[in-house]
């Protein structure tokens, strides 16, 4: 059973919590949310050169987890898997993860996520990212409208 308990009062203020049982207890104690982790946790990046011939054809996409390490895959063609694509482990330095944290911070992209542009152009590459910054998922479109297009961009350039 979960209710709302008075603390304490001044000056006709009460302050209440909500309290549940604890597992330790069967007595009632104060909830506290989650703690929520902070900086980059896991992120997905991908970029192609578009529609053009198979001989010129290639697709770059790359995924950090939480801890710093990274899988890069490089495929070229229009292939998907086997001997047309590569793969590469990584680690990322934690000064680089801390540094897109910071970008998606002052780009203010927690608050006010990039929009994407509603008639995107037809044909031409591609880059798209999606990542966690303080717990909190930010998407990163291939074309941003104009006014968002720097913030992404200074995203990018962190990556």
């Given amino acids: 059973m979960v209710r709302f308990v008075a603390l304490a009062g001044v000056a006709g203020l009460t302050l209440a919590a909500c309290v549940a049982p604890g597992p330790q207890d069967s007595g009632m104690t104060p909830t506290t949310p989650p ?3 902070q900086g980059l946790g896991a992120l997905s990046f991908s970029t192609s050169n578009g529609t053009v011939s198979p001989d010129y054809r290639w697709d770059l996409d790359f995924t950090i987890d ?6 890069l895959r490089r495929c070229t063609g229009y ?3 086997g ?10 330095p934690q000064a680089r993860r801390d540094a897109i944290a910071a970008a998606v911070r002052s780009g203010d992209l927690l608050q006010r996520q990039a929009r994407p542009m509603p008639m995107p152009p037809i044909g031409g590459g591609a880059t798209a990212a999606t990542l966690t910054v303080d717990g909190q998922q930010v998407v990163l479109p291939p074309w941003p409208i104009q006014a968002d297009s720097e913030r992404v961009g200074a995203v990018r350039r962190a990556i």
């Fill in 35 to 37: 703690a929520v982790a």
């Fill in 79 to 81: 292939a998907t898997e």
């Fill in 66 to 71: 939480a801890a710093g390490q990274g899988v």
């Fill in 83 to 92: 001997d047309a694509c590569r793969s590469h482990s990584f680690a990322v």
